[in-house]
């Protein structure tokens, strides 16, 4: 049966009328799924005759909580949701002084094997569909009775890795007869699919792409990342360099801060020498420990040092605003303590 929120307006108005309905009745129907009503039998002006056909072919794919974690902090909640097969995701929304952000799953699990990712343990069960991920958004508004003015491709998953489906998302969520956020508003993070940033590059969205560097050497940047063993950095960079020149949009470059690994004054002066000229900003992370690796994050003396290093060099950096460790808000998480504590059962 499929996911209505996977159609937009103008497939489900193609879909009312290839089954002898009027194409207005799927503005109907979009209106009372976008405000929180989910079953097709109380839509008060859908005709029964057409509420049978809706039920008959289709189910709204919105998320079923499982667990709720507030930070002590008030600040951010994560939420463990379980989807219509039965398979779990995680997400987690922020609250700032602009409006809140959700960080949303594109995929049930992720196969890149990261080392400092919990995502990617026990790998990839499968892609989510563009509805499943506009679903984690819809749900979550609700729960919190606000409006998500942002959203960050950046939980479980690997979106590249579900390049087709990811794009379909942006065009939903985008989308004035639904929620209406605006691309600008909207980032999407990837490990270094160096194909499938082309591919985006060359859509010209508006929307912000920020790339999982984490290294300043491809022999560093193995020994956390499998997918440098694809794609070296020397690819990476130049495929940044296609995105600005083809975009003119800033490009964020994500890197995680590991004790020992890769966060010395060295890999500092690397890191500037390869981002020199670009239209780039550096966020720094200090890595969020998990049981499964021995990675350690780097002190704060360290993280301070290597940003003043890279501001040193006209780099534009900044320390990532950490949130949520009370409630293991990091992706991947709360969805293995959850199936670990379901084993021992």
């Not at 497939?11 to 009745?25: A, P």
């Not at 959700?102 to 990712?117: N, P, Y």
């Amino acid at each position: 049966m499929i996911n209505i929120l996977d159609l937009d307006l103008v497939e489900l108005k193609c879909w009312m009328k290839d089954n002898g309905e009027s194409g207005f009745r799927a503005k109907q129907v979009s209106d009372w799924i976008y405000n929180d009503v989910w079953k097709f039998e109380d839509m008060n002006n859908i005709p029964k005759s057409i509420q049978e056909k809706l039920q008959n072919n289709f189910h709204i794919g919105i998320p079923k909580p499982i667990e709720e974690h507030s930070s002590k902090q008030k600040d951010t909640k994560k939420y463990l949701f379980e989807l219509n097969d039965g398979n779990l995701i995680e997400c987690v929304i922020m609250k700032y002084k602009h409006g809140n952000s959700i960080c949303i799953s594109t995929q049930v699990g992720c196969k890149m094997g990261c080392k400092f990712c919990a995502s990617t343990i026990g790998g990839m069960i499968r892609n989510l569909t563009s509805g499943e991920m506009l679903g984690q958004i819809i749900k979550s508004q609700q729960l919190i009775g606000e409006r998500i003015s942002n959203v960050v491709l950046m939980g479980s998953g690997e979106p590249f890795d579900n390049y087709r489906n990811v794009i379909k998302f942006l065009e939903l969520v985008n989308s004035k007869n639904g929620l209406n956020i605006g691309q600008r508003h909207i980032t999407i993070s990837t490990c270094g699919i160096v194909p499938k940033i082309k591919e985006f590059a060359d859509l010209n969205l508006q929307t912000t792409l920020a790339i999982s560097l984490h290294a300043s050497t491809d022999e560093i940047r193995k020994k956390s990342m499998p997918i440098a063993n694809k794609y070296s950095i020397a690819e990476i960079i130049d495929i940044s360099r296609y995105y600005i020149n083809k975009t003119n949009r800033r490009i964020t470059f994500e890197y995680a801060l590991v004790k020992g690994l890769n966060d010395s004054a060295q890999d500092a002066e690397r890191l500037s020498a390869l981002l020199k000229d670009m239209l780039c900003h550096v966020n720094l992370i200090p890595v969020n420990e998990i049981k499964e690796n021995e990675l350690k994050r780097s002190s704060n003396e360290d993280v301070a040092e290597f940003k003043k290093v890279l501001e040193t060099n006209n780099i534009q950096t900044t320390i990532r605003r950490e949130m949520g460790l009370d409630i293991n808000a990091a992706c991947g998480q709360l969805r293995r303590s959850y199936i670990k504590s379901e084993e021992l059962k």
